[in-house]
C-alpha cells in the first residue's frame, strides 16, 4: 500500500483526499517508480478542487510530475536505482499521476535525470521550471537577444514566472514583471526583474495596437493580458504563450501580427518530445542555483496539499511549492 491523493466523482461533483492505495491498482506501465517529490501545479489545483475538468477518468490520483527512483523496469531505457523526472504526458489527467508515493508509467514519458539536480532540485524546478526554459529557449530560437529590448514577464510571482525572470536575467535580458500582487514586487526583483508592473494595466480589454514597447514576452495569462501584450510588443518580437490563467479566449485583433509582423509561439510542455525535454533539463541543470531554489521554492506534505491547492489557485503562493510526498 502507498499513500496519495485520490480525486473521485460524486455524480456532478469531485472530491480530493490523500488516501492508501494498493500498489497492484498501479495503471499498466514498463517502469514503476518510487517517487520522492511531485509539485503542485496550476493544472494540479483545477484537477484537485474540482474548478476545470481537468480529470478525464476517474478515481484520478493527482499530480502532472515527479522525480524519484526507477523500482523496477520491463524498458531497456532504465535499470532499477535510476533516478528519473516526469512532467506531462497526461499523468494526473488520464493517468495516475505523481502526487503519490508510487507511479506506474510508460517508459517513454520518463527522462534521466540530470547528474547535476537531486529529486528535490528537480521538483523545485519541476513543470513550471522546466515549462519556463522551452519559453526562453523559444524566444532565443526566434532571435530575440538581450540588445533587442525589455522582455515581459505576467503572473511573474508564480511558478513559471517566477523561474522565467531568473532564466531571462540570468542571460542578460532586461526583464520586467507583471504580478497581481505588488507586495511580491522585492522579491520579484531579487530575481533579477528591473521594474515591476501591476497586471491591472493589462487584463482589461484594450487596443489592437498599442505603443511598441516588448522584444519579447512569456504569457502564462492568455484571455486580456496576452492580447495586450502582442499590441505592445515590437516590430518582429516574438511572444511565447505557456498558460490561460486568465482565460482560454484570446480577443485580439491581427494587426500586431501582419502590421509589425509579431510572432506568437506556443509552448506546449505536456506532450514535448523527448530532445526538447533533455535540452530544457540539460539547461536547467547549469542554471539552478541553491540561491534560486531557496528564494523561489516552499515544501509541504501530501496531507497539506489539498488546502494548498485552494490557496494557489486564489493567488497565495509564491513561486513553487514542492510535495514531499513521503513526509508524514
Known sequence: MFRAIVIEKHDDSTSASVASVDEKDLPAGEVVVDIDYST???????????????????????????????????????????????????????????????????????????????????????????????????????????????IVVTGASGGVGSVAVFLLANRGYRVVAVT?????????????????????????KGRPLARERWAGAVDVAGSHTLANVCASTKYLGTVTCCGLAQGMDFPASVAPFILRGVKLIGIDSVNCPAAIREKAWAALASEWTPDLLKSVTNTTTLDETVEAAERLLNGEIRGRLVIDVNDG
Open 180 to 204: 497581481g500582487r505588488m507586495q511580491e514586487a522585492d522579491y520579484l526583483r531579487s530575481l533579477g526583474a528591473t521594474e515591476v508592473l501591476d497586471r491591472s494595466a493589462f487584463s482589461e
Open 40 to 150: 503542485l501545479n496550476y493544472k494540479d489545483a483545477l484537477a484537485i478542487t474540482g474548478q476545470a475538468p481537468v480529470v478525464r477518468h476517474f478515481p484520478m490520483v493527482a499530480g502532472i510530475d515527479f522525480a524519484g527512483t526507477v523500482a523496477a523496469s520491463d524498458s531497456d531505457r532504465f535499470k532499477p536505482g535510476a533516478k528519473v523526472v516526469l512532467n506531462g504526458w497526461g499523468v494526473g489527467e488520464s493517468h495516475w499521476g505523481g502526487l503519490a508515493q508510487k507511479a506506474r508509467v510508460k517508459a517513454d514519458w520518463l527522462i534521466p535525470l540530470p547528474d547535476a539536480l537531486s529529486t528535490f532540485d528537480a521538483m523545485a524546478c519541476g513543470t513550471a521550471g522546466y515549462t519556463a526554459m522551452l519559453c526562453v529557449q523559444a524566444l532565443e530560437a526566434q532571435g530575440v537577444t538581450p540588445d533587442d529590448g525589455e
